[in-house]
């Protein structure tokens, strides 16, 4: 029996919704049926699709699934899709950690403290607008056609997107957290690590995101234009022989790493900013 208040009513209780499930739990539960129902469905009228094209377009210069599938077990077996892609993550690896620190940090320092933006950030544009194919050659002449060329060009292509997203996102932290620490004289070495850079990890989560993505387009032109290895250098090598199967395969695994990324690197966005699904 509820308890009364002196004003003789009972104290109203708090009305508590249900939590929204996981998505994993909605999947097993099926809620979330139709969504999958219509995803399957999506790709295998996608193949069939393909399929359809494939005999109406000639094999020199389109290809169908099953031969696609045939390439990619053969490149597979004889080891050249591994070692291609070894050659890859190497560069890609180191050339995304170089980005994503130095872009993480100069995008806290620049978005927090006005006067090293307005001394740093003209050069820094002006380096991100001139298109990053035209610095190939230069950058070729420098450091030669290996890999810390490629190195170098999938820096810049990565770099500015964790940048600018890391600066933009400090830039637009809700002041009141600036202005309630300033109140109680917080250190500026505290305010950054305390206030500044947790309220940013969302935006460090989708800079990260962008860069990694942008940075695969960089690891697969620098096969085209710099020494013809990686994965960018094997379908070089398959377009230049006609091997359209071949080259298929090849780009669908680029396809896949990209959204494996893309994917795996959403879920840590929702992990330190869960409020942005919920906002969405």
């Known amino acids: 029996m509820a308890q009364v208040t002196e004003a003789g009513a009972a104290p109203p209780k708090a009305v508590v919704g249900p939590r929204p499930l996981p998505r994993w739990k909605r999947v097993l539960t099926g809620q979330t ?3 999958n129902i219509l ?4 790709f295998i009228g996608l193949l069939l699709l393909w399929e359809a094209l494939s005999r109406v377009i000639k094999p020199i210069i389109f290809t169908s699934p099953g031969r696609t599938l045939d390439a990619f077990v053969e490149m597979v077996q004889d080891g050249s899709l591994l070692e291609a892609w070894m050659e890859t993550l190497v560069v890609l690896i180191v050339a995304l950690t170089l980005a994503g620190s130095l872009g993480v940090v100069l ?3 620049l978005g927090r403290f006005r006067t090293a933006s307005d001394l740093v950030e003209p050069e820094v544009t002006a380096i991100f607008l001139t298109p990053r194919i035209a610095l190939l050659p230069l950058i070729a002449l420098w450091f030669g056609f290996g890999d810390p060329a490629k190195i170098i060009v999938v820096f810049l292509f990565s770099f500015f997107e964790v940048f600018f997203t890391v600066r933009n996102g400090v830039r637009t932290i809700d002041k009141e957290y600036v202005e309630v620490a300033n109140a109680y004289c917080i250190p500026e070495r505290t305010m950054l690590t305390q206030v500044v850079v947790p309220a940013s990890l969302p935006y460090i989560a989708t800079g990260l995101r962008l860069g990694l993505l942008h940075g695969m387009v960089g690891v697969v032109l620098v096969g085209f234009f710099l020494q013809n290895n990686g994965i960018g250098g094997l379908l070089y090598y398959h377009g230049q022989d006609f091997r359209v199967p071949a080259l298929f ?3 669908f695994t680029v396809m896949l790493l990209g959204l494996a990324i893309n994917f795996s690197l959403r879920w840590v966005e929702r992990k330190v900013a869960p409020w942005r699904e919920s906002q969405s």
């Open 107 to 109: 995008g806290i320092i």
């Open 249 to 251: 395969a090849g780009l």
């Open 33 to 35: 049926a139709k969504d």
């Open 39 to 42: 995803l399957i469905g999506t």
